[in-house]
């Protein structure tokens, strides 16, 4: 198990470098593995797309979806070239994806100057206390579409 762990991270870092060194986005590279084999592969697509959620692990879990026809991948595992940002592993917890293999950590990232600490520390503020301005509006029926939701027959839990 240990070998195949080593191959699949060791592919992840080759995705990234080959990404930079192709001028297709960032250094990170993910593959998403379910039963041993490799069902979503991504790298770092943010300045290519102009998609600032186009990171590595966002897109892997984009290819594994579109390849197995779900939006969860309960019992697979991630593999990814550098620790997930706060975007990114929220994902990984919305695709229930069950283990993250990382090989760089987030302070490596900060050090080529990917840093996330500005970003877990603004998670941690109350909403009114952010950089950017949140503010909730108040109007009448703002909870429409969660009651609608509720109701519904038709809904697909997630």
């Known amino acids: 198990m240990q070998q195949q762990h080593y191959a699949f991270i060791k592919e992840a870092i080759d995705m990234a470098s080959l990404n930079v060194a192709n001028s297709g986005g960032g250094p990170f ?3 998403v593995v379910k039963d041993g084999k490799v069902v ?11 998609d600032p959620t186009a990171h590595a692990e966002v897109t892997a879990i984009r290819d594994a979806c579109k ?3 779900t939006y969860q991948l309960k019992n697979a595992v991630i593999y990814t070239s550098c620790e997930p940002c706060p975007m990114c592993l929220s994902a990984i917890y919305w695709a229930r994806i069950k283990t993250i293999y990382y090989a760089a950590e987030s302070k490596d990232a900060a050090e080529a100057g990917f840093d996330d ?5 603004q998670i941690l503020l109350p ?3 952010r950089t950017i301005i949140s503010e909730r509006i108040a109007v009448d029926n703002y909870n429409k579409p969660f009651s609608t939701w509720l109701e519904s027959e038709i809904k697909k839990e997630y």
């Open 117 to 121: 600490s500005f970003f877990y520390q």
């Open 127 to 129: 909403a009114n206390k």
């Open 40 to 50: 979503g592969r991504g790298v770092n697509r943010v300045t290519t797309t102009n």
């Open 67 to 69: 390849n197995l026809s």
């Open 29 to 31: 590279g993910a593959l």
